[in-house]
């Protein structure tokens, strides 16, 4: 639909929205690919931190998914990633069509500073969060599984906003359960007029 290097030149701020954050290497684009069935929607790549800029897609009328700049690997210079920083914190403060935060990382290296603080930001703005433990399929049923169970203890806490699961781009794994939670969040308005 469009891209934004600032919420100034966003789309309007109008419907409901979801974001879709993670550092660089925590398959953002993959996941945002499977779910629409599009592999051509967002761009994937070798190089971690290729989105630059606020990506927003048109799922239906006045409903969206985005996705947001990477942070983590990106080789860019230190003033870029403070711009991205500054541009991020404001979206996730100010867009008033942003229901929920789809939070992704990677299962072999879950819960970075930068997560915590996502989650914290979140949380403490009432905004719910559900968390993708990605590449699931790169570990055994009994690791991943301990590895859920650990971000979900580590998690407790914040368990009124905060929801996680395992979740493949290539084997689509969680495809089902990650849909329920946008569908859910999408079309909560309508579900609070009733």
């Known amino acids: 639909m469009q891209s934004a290097s600032a919420l100034n030149n966003a789309p309007s701020d109008i419907g409901s929205e979801v974001a879709f954050a993670g550092r660089s290497n925590a398959g953002k684009s993959s996941a945002l690919n499977a779910l629409t069935e599009n592999h051509k929607l967002a761009r994937t790549s070798k190089t971690p931190g290729r ?12 409903i969206r998914l985005v996705d947001l700049p990477g942070y983590g ?3 860019v210079p230190l003033n870029i990633k403070r711009e991205w920083n500054k541009q991020l914190e404001r979206y996730l403060q100010y867009r008033r069509s942003l229901k929920g935060l789809v939070l ?6 879950p819960l970075k500073d930068f ?24 570990l055994k049923k009994g690791p991943g599984k301990a590895s859920l169970l650990s971000v979900k203890k580590a998690l407790k806490e914040h368990e009124r906003w905060v929801s996680i699961q395992l ?5 689509k794994q969680g495809m089902d359960e990650l849909e329920q939670t946008l569908n859910w969040w999408l079309s909560l308005p309508e579900a609070i007029d009733v």
Do not use: G, Y
């Not at 989105?51 to 006045?62: K, R, Y």
């Not at 992704?104 to 290296?109: A, E, F």
């Open 51 to 62: 989105t630059q800029l606020i990506n927003f897609f048109e799922v239906d009328d006045n």
């Open 104 to 109: 992704l990382m990677d299962i072999r290296h």
């Open 167 to 171: 979740f493949s781009s290539l084997t």
């Open 73 to 75: 690997f990106a080789k």
């Open 115 to 138: 997560d915590r603080q996502m989650i914290e930001w979140a949380v403490t703005s009432e905004m719910p969060v559900h968390v993708l433990l990605t590449k699931c399929d790169k």
